[in-house]
């Protein structure tokens, strides 16, 4: 799956506790008094009737012996292991007799057949499921998953001679989702049975399971569809099922649709027959091809009205989907998925599976895009593009969402993890292969440089916090599942396959990937699969070295300590705020197996040394002036130097910056400001190697130096005095590259870097207030809202910003109204966007009640009002007032299954500053149910408590440097 990521770039910057007493649940309301002897009595009596009556239940089980002797995760009812009567009781009061949230391995699905039936004016709909299963331990009960459904009748028979199995009991357990089959007799090993589910259910706004989603047509008529997301744990909430990765199956679907207002349905195989099924209310029914073996949460079906276009990737028919007015934004995206399948097919040596591969855009969609096996749905934005009107980023953006969904279609849909601890194997490799697949598309788009600064260095930023997580981590629930589609699964994983592929090479990693995939494919995998394999093809023992950088959280420092020709490299775990460490455990403790690379003055050839979870020592030749270690930023760590080092580097960068690559021009200021931030280096040293800049062109140092400086920025930002000696630095530094980049706006994808330079340093000009820069584009917006001019693709977000912030209500209105009537899905976004650059506190009160008005404002684009008001400073604290006081309802629509939560807190805090912040935010926390969002919540605290410790520690040195140097 994408994550959300879209054109926020440009961005500066970028009561009660809802919980839910257990013992309520099954609490009698009657007042029953009695004497504490009685009391004590009666207690000892029914506990030891209870007990007595569990041991002859369970002796009379036979899996009870099973479960004793032999450890067996199908534990019957009285399994401590398993269960806790206390908090497992179904819907009808009863004790529920599973309380594992995993599903027992008694019972393996094989086949589903899955029948549909949506009525998209009710938004009801009513289905069936059968589902052949197999026994592989003898048991009295079947337990699967189920999340809103309503069960009418369930059914067991044997498979091949369909006799009636006869059904005693069956439970429904809503904490975990699951439903309990309890049959008369035990289901033998090896035999096979047909269970049969009949259900009714809702067809939710909800953004996942299945849900109704709308677009408007041009004539102003409102269309519905109903699609589905699934993942990571929401097919439960479709169909009856064993919604785990591990319990792979085939799938058929026949779903009966209304031929004269939804004209197509799809699934992940192509149509096999359409038949009438009620003529009279024009009903049909499609019937589709059965899957290859696949997990449930890659299963999608979609009823819609959509145009198409298609082509052919070998012997793969590839289709887009779109609403028929939106149909001729879908040919990049065709083009980009039939360059990238081609490649994937070659680069993974597997040609791909399916007869079909079909791309979807969906108008409500929580994430970037999901890689349902030959089904994949996007958000409108990550695959709708229109020249002229969308800009160079919304390109390059469809063609990385594009390519990481189809690395899935092998890496994930192929062959998926077991479990999602390993979420990384999906995520993390995706993340890297995108930027691959992206290059096959525009080579001249320089994609693996544009890694350092959109994955590398934000996975380095989110795994320097105390509460980050190993890559590979233990989660149980689906709350816990939903908070690891975050920065380390996907950015941090992509950092170390690439990291990978430095010390391995390109051929051996293709080799070892190749080995892997057909070794598992249809199967599921653990990431020490991988790692097998990949050691089998390099003769490199790649678990040693990589189970230090997936098992333990965070990454280390190199500090590189010089005498001359002699060199010391040490290593210790990074963290922002290292005060805080103390107690912290590892299975390694946290020591890295490092691949140290370096360049010297005198020696450009990269030099390799490896750190065994140790220090080295070295010789260098020449006694060169300085050395650069991290070459190209391939290592996920950062590097720190003596004085005299970190001197002759800066001396460097002033005397002849390009003596250094982009990425480690890049990587130098990077980690010099974020080991200032640790404390590690002093404050100056960092902002010293940014005087450099009015020689610096290139997009990737600049992105990451506004990136650093508006840290700074934002935490002086309420001393006006503070603020007004950085904002001068800033624009000083700055002034060249204005001048130099001026206003023309060619939209050439050879000129990607010099465009999204462009984009970068107008909007920081604009927000910095340069006066030059906001004249032009606050005459620029004028003549577009008054003469209906044009403006230049790659210069909208710019324009529509500057026309918000020194705007007012008639601005905002007619940006808001605009938003509203446009159809092109990357204009509306844009649009969408600049609405938070206003400066009046009315509005941005109004665009924060909008957020959940869903008339106003669809769910999916919830998070972008936050974040484009956080961006803008001037209402983080109405932002933090408007979260907290909405809470309930933010939990309501998001807390549960959703990602979206821990952006919700996220953005809402991390500019926060004070004291006064931090004890509200812990006692807020700490009295409110927080859902997927617990993780986030950890990171805030730690994040605000950073921002505390870096104006107490730093707040007068800034401020006197950026004095000085002005």
């Given at each position: 799956m994408?994550?959300?990521?879209?054109?926020?770039?440009?961005l500066?910057?970028?009561g009660?506790?809802g919980?839910?007493?257990?013992s309520?649940?099954?609490?009698d309301?009657r007042?029953?008094t009695?004497?504490?002897?009685k009391?004590?009595l009666?207690?000892?009596?029914?506990?030891?009737?209870?007990?007595?009556?569990?041991v002859?239940a369970?002796?009379?089980?036979?899996?009870?012996?099973?479960?004793?002797h032999?450890?067996?995760?199908i534990?019957p009812?009285i399994?401590?292991?398993?269960?806790s009567?206390?908090?497992?009781?179904?819907?009808?009061?009863?004790?529920?007799?599973?309380?594992?949230i995993?599903l027992?391995?008694?019972?393996?699905?094989?086949?589903?057949?899955?029948?549909?039936h949506?009525?998209?004016?009710?938004?009801?709909?009513?289905?069936g499921?059968?589902?052949?299963?197999?026994?592989?331990?003898?048991?009295?009960f079947?337990?699967?998953?189920?999340l809103?459904?309503?069960?009418?009748?369930?059914?067991l028979r044997?498979?091949?001679?369909?006799?009636?199995?006869?059904?005693?009991?069956?439970l429904?357990y809503?904490?975990n989702?699951?439903l309990?089959?309890?049959?008369?007799?035990n289901l033998?090993?090896?035999?096979?049975?047909q269970l049969e589910?009949n259900f009714?259910?809702q067809?939710t706004?909800?953004?996942m399971?299945?849900?109704?989603?709308?677009?408007?047509?041009p004539a102003?008529?409102?269309?519905?569809?109903?699609?589905?997301?699934?993942?990571p744990?929401?097919?439960?909430a479709?169909f009856?099922?064993?919604?785990?990765p591990?319990f792979?199956a085939?799938?058929?679907?026949?779903?009966v649709?209304?031929?004269?207002?939804?004209?197509?349905s799809?699934?992940n195989?192509?149509?096999?027959e359409?038949?009438?099924y009620?003529?009279?209310?024009?009903l049909?029914?499609d019937?589709f091809?059965?899957?290859?073996k696949?997990s449930?949460?890659?299963v999608?079906?979609?009823v819609?009205?959509?145009?198409?276009v298609?082509?052919?990737?070998?012997?793969?028919?590839?289709?887009?989907?779109a609403?028929?007015?939106?149909?001729d934004?879908?040919d990049?995206?065709?083009?980009?998925?039939?360059?990238?399948?081609?490649?994937?097919e070659?680069?993974?040596?597997?040609?791909?599976p399916l007869p079909?591969q079909?791309?979807?855009?969906?108008?409500?969609?929580?994430?970037?895009?999901?890689?349902?096996?030959?089904?994949i749905?996007y958000?409108?934005?990550?695959?709708?593009?229109?020249?002229?009107?969308s800009?160079?980023?919304?390109?390059?953006?469809?063609?990385?969402?594009?390519?990481h969904?189809?690395?899935?279609?092998?890496?994930g849909?192929?062959?998926?993890m077991?479990?999602?601890?390993?979420?990384?194997?999906?995520?993390?490799f995706?993340a890297?292969?995108e930027?691959v697949?992206a290059?096959?598309?525009?080579p001249?788009?320089r994609?693996f440089?544009?890694?350092?600064?959109?994955?590398?260095?934000?996975?380095?930023?989110?795994d320097s916090?105390?509460?980050s997580?190993p890559?590979?981590?233990?989660?149980?629930?689906?709350?816990?599942?939903?908070?690891?589609?975050d920065?380390?699964?996907y950015d941090?994983?992509?950092?170390?396959?690439?990291?990978?592929r430095?010390?391995?090479g390109?051929?051996k990693?293709k080799?070892?990937?190749?080995l892997y995939?057909?070794k598992f494919?249809?199967?599921?995998?653990?990431?020490?699969?991988l790692?097998?394999?990949?050691s089998?093809v390099s003769?490199?023992?790649?678990?040693?070295?990589?189970?230090t950088w997936?098992e333990?959280m965070?990454?280390?420092?190199?500090?590189?300590?010089?005498?001359?020709t002699?060199l010391?490299?040490?290593?210790?775990?990074?963290?922002?705020?290292?005060?805080?460490s103390a107690g912290?455990s590892?299975?390694?403790?946290?020591?890295?197996?490092?691949?140290l690379?370096?360049t010297?003055?005198s020696?450009?050839?990269?030099?390799r040394?490896w750190?065994?979870s140790?220090?080295v020592?070295f010789?260098?030749q020449?006694?060169?002036?300085?050395?650069?270690a991290?070459t190209?930023?391939m290592g996920?760590?950062r590097v720190?130097?003596?004085?005299?080092?970190?001197e002759?580097?800066?001396q460097?960068?002033?005397?002849n910056?390009?003596?250094f690559?982009t990425?480690?021009?890049?990587?130098?200021?990077?980690?010099?400001?974020?080991?200032s931030?640790?404390?590690e280096?002093?404050?100056?040293?960092?902002?010293?190697?940014?005087?450099?800049?009015?020689?610096?062109?290139d997009?990737?140092p600049?992105?990451?130096?506004?990136?650093?400086?508006e840290?700074?920025?934002h935490?002086?930002?309420?001393c006006s005095?503070c603020y007004s000696y950085?904002?001068?630095?800033?624009?000083?530094?700055?002034?060249?590259?204005?001048?130099?980049?001026?206003?023309?706006?060619?939209?050439?994808?050879?000129?990607v870097?010099?465009?999204r330079l462009?984009?970068?340093i107008l909007?920081?000009?604009?927000?910095?207030?340069?006066?030059?820069?906001?004249?032009?584009a606050k005459?620029?917006?004028?003549?577009?809202?008054?003469?209906?001019?044009?403006?230049?693709s790659?210069l909208?977000s710019?324009v529509?910003?500057a026309?918000i912030?020194?705007g007012?209500?008639?601005e905002?209105?007619y940006?808001?109204n605009?938003?509203?009537?446009?159809?092109?899905?990357?204009?509306?976004?844009?649009?969408f966007?600049?609405?938070?650059a206003?400066?009046?506190v009315?509005?941005?009160?109004?665009?924060l009640e909008?957020s959940?008005d869903?008339?106003?404002?669809?769910s999916q684009d919830?998070?972008?009002?936050y974040?484009?008001?956080a961006?803008?400073?001037v209402?983080?604290v109405e932002l933090?007032?408007?979260?907290?006081?909405n809470w309930?309802?933010?939990?309501?629509?998001?807390a549960?299954?959703?990602?979206?939560?821990s952006?919700?807190?996220?953005?809402?805090?991390?500019?926060?500053?004070t004291?006064?912040?931090?004890?509200?935010?812990?006692?807020?926390?700490?009295e409110?149910?927080?859902?997927?969002g617990?993780?986030?919540?950890k990171r805030?605290?730690?994040?605000?408590?950073?921002?505390?410790?870096?104006?107490k520690?730093?707040?007068?040195?800034?401020?006197?440097?950026?004095?000085?140097n002005?």
């Open positions: 994408a994550d959300i990521e879209e054109d926020v770039t440009f500066p910057g970028v009660g506790s919980r839910t007493n257990k309520e649940m099954y609490r309301s007042q029953i009695c004497s504490p002897a009391a004590i009666i207690t000892v009596a029914v506990g030891a009737l209870v007990l007595a009556i569990a002859i369970a002796l009379s089980n036979p899996e009870f012996e099973a479960a004793v032999k450890n067996s995760s534990s009812t399994s401590s292991k398993n269960m009567n206390s908090t497992a009781v179904a819907t009808n009061g009863e004790l529920f007799p599973w309380a594992s995993r027992p391995i008694s019972v393996i699905p094989e086949s589903y057949r899955i029948d549909m949506p009525d998209l004016a009710t938004f009801k709909f009513k289905g499921v059968i589902i052949k299963i197999r026994i592989s331990k003898e048991t009295g079947i337990v699967l998953h189920v809103d459904l309503k069960i009418n009748n369930t059914r044997t498979f091949t001679e369909h006799k009636e199995v006869k059904i005693v009991k069956t429904e809503k904490k989702q699951q309990y089959i309890q049959t008369a007799k033998l090993v090896g035999d096979t049975y589910i009714t259910g067809v706004d909800k953004l399971g299945f849900y109704k989603s709308s677009y408007t047509t102003g008529t409102k269309r519905f569809l109903a699609t589905t997301q699934f993942e744990t929401s097919a439960r479709a009856p099922c064993f919604d785990e591990s792979k085939t799938f058929t679907l026949s779903m649709r209304n031929k004269n207002s939804h004209n197509v799809l699934f195989m192509p149509l096999m359409t038949k009438d009620s003529v009279k209310d024009g049909v029914m019937t091809g059965t899957t290859l696949m449930t949460y890659l999608a079906f979609v819609c009205d959509f145009a198409m298609t082509g052919k990737a070998g012997n793969t028919t590839v289709s887009v989907y609403p028929p007015h939106l149909i934004q879908a990049f995206a065709l083009q980009s998925a039939i360059t990238v399948m081609k490649y994937y070659e680069f993974f040596g597997i040609a791909f079909k079909d791309l979807i855009a969906i108008p409500d969609f929580s994430a970037g895009a999901m890689e349902n096996w030959g089904l749905t958000r409108m934005t990550t695959i709708l593009y229109k020249r002229g009107v800009s160079i980023y919304n390109k390059i953006r469809i063609a990385v969402v594009v390519a969904e189809l690395a899935h279609q092998w890496f849909d192929l062959v998926t077991k479990w999602w601890n390993d979420l990384w194997l999906n995520e993390g995706a890297y292969v930027y697949g290059d096959k598309v525009k001249q788009w994609m440089d544009q890694f350092v600064v959109s994955t590398f260095q934000s996975a380095l930023s989110m916090s105390l509460n997580h890559i590979s981590v233990t989660v149980k629930d689906p709350d816990q599942i939903a908070e690891i589609f920065s380390i699964s941090k994983g992509a950092s170390i396959i690439r990291m990978l430095d010390f391995l390109l051929d990693l080799e070892g990937l190749q995939l057909q494919k249809y199967q599921n995998a653990e990431t020490t699969d790692w097998n394999s990949l089998k003769k490199t023992d790649v678990k040693t070295v990589m189970d997936t333990q965070g990454y280390p420092v190199i500090n590189i300590h010089r005498n001359g002699q010391t490299a040490t290593q210790h775990r990074f963290l922002l705020n290292p005060s805080l912290l590892s299975p390694f403790g946290y020591k890295w197996h490092v691949p690379t370096f010297t003055s020696n450009r050839t990269v030099t040394k750190m065994n140790s220090s020592s010789t260098i020449d006694n060169p002036k300085w050395i650069k991290n190209q930023q996920f760590y720190n130097y003596d004085n005299q080092t970190w002759a580097l800066i460097q960068l002033n005397d910056h390009t003596a690559s990425a480690d021009r890049s990587g130098l200021i990077d980690d010099a400001f974020a080991l931030r640790a404390g280096l002093p404050l100056r040293t960092a902002l010293d190697s940014t005087k450099y800049l009015t020689k610096e062109t997009y990737i600049w992105k990451t130096t506004i990136e650093n400086l840290y700074i920025g935490l002086l930002f309420e005095d950085y904002k001068q630095y800033v624009l000083s530094q700055m002034e060249g590259i204005v001048k130099k980049l001026g206003w023309e706006d060619p939209d050439e994808d050879s000129k870097m010099e465009i462009r984009s970068l909007h920081k000009a604009l927000d910095l207030g340069h006066q030059e820069t906001v004249s032009k005459a620029m917006f004028r003549d577009w809202m008054i003469n209906h001019t044009s403006i230049s790659n909208k710019l529509y910003a026309g912030m020194y007012g209500e008639k905002w209105n940006v808001f605009r938003f509203n009537n446009i159809s092109t899905p990357t204009e509306k976004h844009t649009l966007l600049s609405l938070g206003t400066r009046d009315t509005l941005i009160k109004r665009f909008y959940l869903k008339t106003k404002v669809r919830t998070i972008y009002v974040r484009s008001i961006a803008y400073l209402g983080k933090k007032h408007f979260v907290l006081s309930q309802e933010l939990y309501k629509s998001f549960s299954g959703s990602f979206e939560m952006n919700v807190i996220t953005t809402s805090t991390e500019l926060l500053n004291r006064y912040d931090l004890e509200m935010l812990q006692h807020f926390f700490k409110h149910s927080l859902g997927s617990a993780r986030a919540a805030a605290l730690e994040r605000v408590q950073e921002n505390i410790n870096w104006l520690s730093n707040k007068d040195n800034a401020v006197r440097w950026f004095k000085n002005n």
